[in-house]
């Protein structure tokens, strides 16, 4: 049986053995972020062949008990032990992912995929400019803001306010998530507070899924649809995330969070036989090397600091 980790320990990492740099660390939790990011995308594609079958609010609440119950059932997070504050955030990080989720899926009922993840970036985005201590860092935050805009098509006159103003919400709840998670992870072992906050997020979105969609969400294919969104689009990247942000900044994790819009536009080319123009290509360009650009300041300041320890 687990214990969890004292509030006032520093995040859950391993010392390196001597000799071996710090970097492969890094190195290994940003393999952990793009992992997750083409776990969502293929979950978005899912989720979008079910929407009309039970509505965005539908959705969002077979995603999150779906994926409340598997991470129950897999983590069987220990319920006693901890104190207020860890409580708190577990709470905040569940109801933040609520926001995010349902924000989002209201946000491409109402405009195209592609702008909304492109403003829904922006929330880490900012996140990663006030959370950086380094110059460098805006620099690759605004390479990959160009990056994202371009993927939009140069700009967003023309669309729905109301989907854009649920898109900016979702990005900073994501932006919130990002900094939830990050504590989380660090209060409570291996995955049990993100079995506890997507139980919190599940039971703020099961009054509103049951409104919009009622019995539909009784349907078995409905749910096995909504099974398989679940666990490709949050058991799998929620946790692959919550691990790495135990040894990745929140500045570099967000602004690796670019990477998404070119993700998925690749998955359409790959799946979906969307070909990319120039602009698409260029734009992901962009991304990519701000992404590496932000992986490389990293290891970078690992490596920096290993070589200063053993001075």
Not at 3 to 15: G, H
Request: charged fraction near 10%; glycine fraction near 10%; hydrophobic fraction near 55%.
């Amino acid at each position: 049986m687990t214990t969890p980790t004292p509030v006032s320990e520093t995040p859950v990492t391993q010392a390196a053995p001597a000799g071996v740099p710090h970097r492969w660390g890094s190195l290994g939790s940003i393999g952990l972020v793009l992992s997750a990011g083409i776990s969502v995308q293929f979950g978005g594609a899912l989720a979008a062949s079910l929407m009309p079958r039970a509505g965005a609010s539908g959705v969002v609440t077979l995603r999150l008990v779906a994926a409340a119950l598997v991470l129950l059932v897999v983590c069987r997070p220990r319920l006693r032990g901890y104190t207020r504050a860890d409580w708190g955030t577990v709470v905040v990080f569940g109801i933040t992912m609520a926001g995010m989720n349902g924000l989002f899926y209201q946000s491409i009922d109402r405009i195209p995929l592609g702008p909304a993840v492109a403003l829904e970036v922006l929330g880490p985005l900012a996140l990663s400019v006030v959370a950086s201590r380094r110059a460098v860092n805006l620099v690759w935050a605004a390479l990959a803001l160009a990056g994202v805009f371009l993927l939009s098509g140069g700009g967003f006159g023309g669309l729905d306010p109301v989907g854009v103003l649920f898109a900016l919400g979702a990005g900073a709840m994501w932006a919130a998530y990002i900094v939830f998670s990050a504590r989380t992870g660090r209060r409570f072992p291996q995955a049990d507070g993100l079995a506890l906050a997507m139980v919190v997020a599940a039971l703020v979105f099961l009054p509103l899924g049951i409104a919009e969609s009622g019995s539909k969400l009784l349907d078995p294919t409905t749910i096995a649809l909504g099974s398989a969104v679940a666990v490709l689009s949050s058991v799998l990247p929620y946790t692959l995330e919550l691990v790495a942000l135990r040894r990745l900044p929140a500045s570099t994790f967000a602004i690796m969070m670019s990477l998404e819009p070119a993700i998925a536009a690749t998955a359409g080319f790959l799946i979906l036989n969307q070909a990319l123009s120039v602009t698409e290509a260029a734009a992901i360009a962009l991304v990519i090397a701000a992404s590496m650009g932000a992986v490389r300041t990293q290891v970078g300041r690992g490596k920096a600091k290993v070589q200063d320890d053993a001075s």
